[in-house]
């Protein structure tokens, strides 16, 4: 029988090989994953978990909300609803130096609300700021900067699709990782629009201001964007305040997006077929995803990896903190090159069970070692901060995948002014989870006040 750490280590470098290879995560990780299980249990182990496995995985209750989000989005996305969002923004906050860029990232952050995904929120709003921040001469550093970044704030900012699925892996509470996440998201708004501000302050020729909406202007940016307002209240005012759980929640919100859309004129039967196929689509990916990641949790919990590798920084002697920087600084790397969604799936099984360690183990329910506090505030305080360095993958280069989104829409745009235009708001990320780290109150109070 082969050594089982080291046909898991052989695992995980093949499964490292075949995704630079370019090929599907979930692919990769159900060929590495069943391929380990077989060689270290034999084959009738491996179909023996696969005759139970898709059906365990799949008949959990919580993901039933992953479809209707990713509908949401995709209605939402069809509906004019980023459109309206910009166009209030820019009403409200146009008249200033920097404020058309100010109303894209308030866009970005309303419309991930809705849609959950940061590809999916740089790519529409892309679309619909852009050209607007063109016409009013911002430089091209400025423009695809703050459209890169203003994507990253759909993984975070509930309802996350990303925040559901790290929820289901370490048993955490859908809700309260929602409210976890709400102060975070908020803050990250603030700080991207004091980066705007700063931005344009050093450079005054970078965001020109434009004349102040006119009332007509004002009165009907405002009354357009009353509905998509409504829409969030209902669906996440609910659910915060308990009047039913995250599925009946997003269901009404697929609901309501649906409404809004049709009485707008913009979801007739092609947008609605495309948006259910989108949603089909999609949902089959991250289905296919969460088993292949199963499968390699499986293969490398009977290979040991995990465990020896959370028994070894435990005997390593690094303070806890020291321990959870190095593993966001890996999260970081990661994210430069995956989705968010594959490396969350992929890489907290075994960063969890480190931090659990290092924390004092899996019953440690109260303060008094490692953080400070229990492992459910730590599920909740370690999920928000491996959510935002994901993002923070997003726009670092040299892979920063949203800033090859923006630069796809931009081609005027080098790539390198991209970059450089992203450099202010990643440091504006890093100053917002350093605030986490030395505050986990910023994270964890909210689930405290409304859960009672």
Not at 49 to 64: E, P
Not at 239 to 257: E, F, K, S, W
């Amino acid at each position: 029988m082969p050594d089982p750490m080291m046909l898991g280590l052989i695992g995980l470098g093949a499964l490292v090989l075949l995704i630079a290879a370019r090929m599907p995560i979930a692919h990769a990780m159900i060929l590495v994953g069943g391929a380990g299980i077989a060689a270290l249990n034999g084959p009738a182990l491996l179909l023996n978990q696969l005759k139970t496995l898709a059906w365990g995985q799949f008949s959990i209750y919580d993901l039933s909300v992953v479809p209707l989000f990713v509908l949401m989005g995709a209605l939402a996305g069809r509906a004019g609803l980023s459109a309206a969002l910009f166009r209030a923004g820019a009403a409200w906050l146009g008249w200033m130096r920097g404020g058309t860029a100010m109303a894209a990232i308030a866009a970005c952050a309303g419309f991930g609300a809705v849609c959950g995904s940061s590809l999916a929120t740089a790519s529409t709003m892309g679309k619909v700021a852009l050209p607007e921040l063109r016409r009013q001469n911002y430089s091209g550093a400025l423009a695809t900067g703050t459209l890169a970044a203003g994507g990253t704030l759909g993984i975070l900012i509930p309802p996350s699709v990303v925040l559901i699925l790290y929820a289901i892996l370490v048993e955490a509470n859908v809700v309260t990782m929602f409210m976890a996440a709400l102060l975070p998201g908020a803050l990250a708004v603030l700080l991207f629009l004091l980066t705007i501000a700063g931005y344009v302050a050093l450079r005054p020729g970078s965001g020109p201001a434009h004349a102040p909406a006119g009332r007509a202007e004002f009165r009907a940016a405002t009354l357009g964007v009353l509905p998509v307002l409504g829409i969030f209240a209902l669906v996440l005012g609910g659910i915060y305040l308990g009047l039913y759980n995250p599925t009946p929640g997003a269901a009404m919100g697929v609901a309501l997006v649906w409404a809004y859309g049709t009485f707008r004129g913009r979801l007739r039967l092609a947008a609605l077929r495309a948006s259910v196929l989108e949603t089909a689509a999609t949902s089959g990916m991250i289905y296919l995803i969460l088993l292949g990641a199963e499968l390699m949790k499986i293969f490398m919990a009977r290979a040991g990896l995990p465990q020896a590798g959370a028994e070894w920084i435990a005997g390593a002697g690094l303070a806890p903190l020291a321990v959870l920087v190095l593993l966001l600084a890996a999260l970081i790397v990661l994210g430069c090159l995956m989705d968010s969604l594959s490396m969350i799936l992929l890489v907290v099984p075994f960063f969890w069970p480190v931090l659990v360690e290092v924390n004092g183990g899996l019953y440690q329910m109260a303060e008094g070692s490692g953080f400070g506090m229990g492992t459910e505030d730590l599920k909740i305080w370690f999920g928000v901060l491996a959510l935002i360095v994901v993002e923070l993958g997003l726009i670092t280069p040299p892979v920063g995948m949203n800033v090859f989104v923006i630069s796809s829409l931009a081609r005027d745009v080098p790539m390198a002014e991209t970059f450089r235009g992203v450099l202010p708001f990643f440091l504006a990320e890093l100053f917002r989870v350093g605030l986490l780290l030395a505050f986990p109150a910023l994270v964890l109070w909210l689930p405290r006040v409304l859960g009672g």
